[in-house]
């Protein structure tokens, strides 16, 4: 599979598609799905908790071959649903 | 439209964040003056980012941390790579890469590993990710990748050292020094299996092959553990804003261990 190849051709909708699949899978509060919009923190609304964020960015870092800045960036920037999808957009894939 | 549910899981949601204060980086400064905590060899931290609710972002607790050390010092963060047991975890995931495996002991661990000047030690059954002046000396001593505790895994440094304990937002039973002890002990307990799982350690370019013993689950007695810390000259706990803090010297806690091992409160599960 041409990995990189369909991450540059990736738009916010299929991200936000992978992001919201890997929440129905992991998440512990299934209620909260429903209510999610690009304003939620995953982490504050109780859909995912460190460790699964930590998991969700890691699985995007391998699905689109992107590796975010955790450590410099605020974390706001990954915890946010619409600033994530917008996270692996501006990254060129490496 | 909203169900019953949502509408209740988002107000308690909003209680939850009205009722959380949080808390603001000099106060977690104020603690670490409070456990006397300056000019330290090895630092071991053991942490719950949720339950810190600190207003401040992660790297910027790992650099207060940094700076209580010593010229030499190393600062270390549990960087496990799996959330319940190793054996469940090496069977479908038989390579442990230091550099891309992440941690799966909460957000700050996973900071502390992806820093630059971070490095990790090899075994996945109870790695760290090391911080400071002698990081890569201390990453770089286990030879014998059979055991996560062995006498010369980063554990049994910290004991000889004698380093400190911290516990940011969790209590003490976060301390995974707890297996060391069971270790050093296992002719008694026997709670460490003598099969041994196949699994690779990846660090950049190099694959090293190897195998590695597990810990049978064991039922260990906290409230008499905790009793036995408060008994200890180097143990300390604060409760502040609702948030839980502990430190401890390595030899203070793996005394206790050993004593509720040799008195029955820490056994292996039948």
Redesign the interface.
Known sequence: MNLLGDVKNMNSSEIRTEIIQFLKQNTKNAAALTAVTDQTNLIESGLLDSIDFIGLVSHLEMKFGVEFDLVEQPIEDFVVLGSLIRQVEGIQPC | M??L??IK??FS?QIN?LAAREIDLPVLEGILEDFRITNERLLVVYS???NLRLAA???QLIELLRSRLAPEGCLAFPTAPF?DRLKDYLLPNPVFDLQRT??????LT??AR???DSRRTPQPGCPYSLIGKSAGQYAEMQKDLTSPYSEDSFLAEVHRQNGLILTLGVNFIWNSGVHYAEKKQDEKLRVFSKERLPYSIKNGTTTIATESEYLHVCQRDWQFIHRAYRRRPSFSEIRRYGVDYSCVRETDSFAVFTEAIDRGYIRKCE
């Not at chain 2, 992440?102 to 957000?107: I, K, M, T, V």
């Open positions: 909203l169900s549910q949502q899981w988002g949601a964040r719950s980012w949720e972002p992660p790297n959330k992440p941690s799966c002991r909460g957000l996973e900071i992806r820093r630059k």
